[in-house]
């Protein structure tokens, strides 16, 4: 144990010794080489100091652009209403979840299948294609989806073209999709409310007339007949 210590004293002073004969103005020399290799702070031409946002991206140029496609994905993605992309033969290129949702259907099973395998209306859809392809223009349609369950599924369809977009140099036709179904039952809510109304009308014990304000007859019930 002593021959350790002995060991470990010899060589702290062999240390000091070995500092002790280096000359002074080197050691001096030697701290400020260091301090000259501190990292400043990035300026720009005339002197102000970019900010780090900045300055991360004059390094990596791709880094804004990057992050701009990432939202416009995320965009896609997450919105709300289905969006669906389909060349001219109606073969479907892009989904968004929205769709997968609407029709029970993964995307991985979507992408390259003709979108007409989940249409009802195959004729409209057809027409709707027609129209595609000779127009440059939206092109609207009603009619009906059917999914992976085989439930009907009133929809409207926006087809625009993506000029900006090919794939293997055919055009492509952005879709949104836009489910009717809460639409659907309001209109079958307010008939039934309406026959039912006309129900009541025929049987009030009186007779009862609805003219306009030139005195022609609009409506009238049974008692009035």
């Not at 652009?65 to 993605?77: G, H, N």
């Not at 085989?150 to 055919?170: F, H, K, V």
């Amino acid at each position: 144990m002593s021959n350790r210590v002995n060991k470990k004293r010899r060589a702290k002073r062999a240390r000091q010794r070995r500092i002790a004969a280096v000359p002074r103005n080197h050691r001096l020399t030697r701290v400020k080489t260091k301090v000259s290799k501190k990292t400043f702070p990035a300026v720009s031409k005339n002197g102000t100091r970019l900010s780090s946002r900045r300055a991360q991206a004059l390094r990596n140029p791709k880094t804004q652009l990057e992050a701009a496609i990432q939202r416009f994905v995320d965009l896609y993605d997450f919105a709300p209403i289905a969006y669906v992309s389909f060349d001219r033969a109606g073969r479907i290129d892009e989904a968004n979840l929205a769709v997968t949702e609407l029709l029970g259907v993964s995307r991985d099973l979507l992408i390259g299948r003709p979108f007409a395998l989940y249409v009802a209306d195959l004729d409209l859809f057809m027409r709707h294609l027609l129209k595609c392809r000779i127009s440059q223009q939206r092109t609207k349609t009603e009619l009906q989806l059917k999914s992976k369950k085989g439930e009907r599924i009133p929809a409207l369809l926006y087809s625009t073209p993506i000029n900006s977009t090919t794939r293997n140099g055919a055009l492509l036709y952005q879709t949104a999709i836009v489910d009717l179904t809460e639409r659907k039952r309001f209109e079958q809510e307010l008939q039934r409310s309406e026959e039912r109304y006309r129900t009541l009308f025929d049987l009030v014990p009186v007779a009862v007339y609805v003219c306009e304000a030139g005195g022609t007859i609009q409506e009238y019930n049974r008692r009035a007949v």
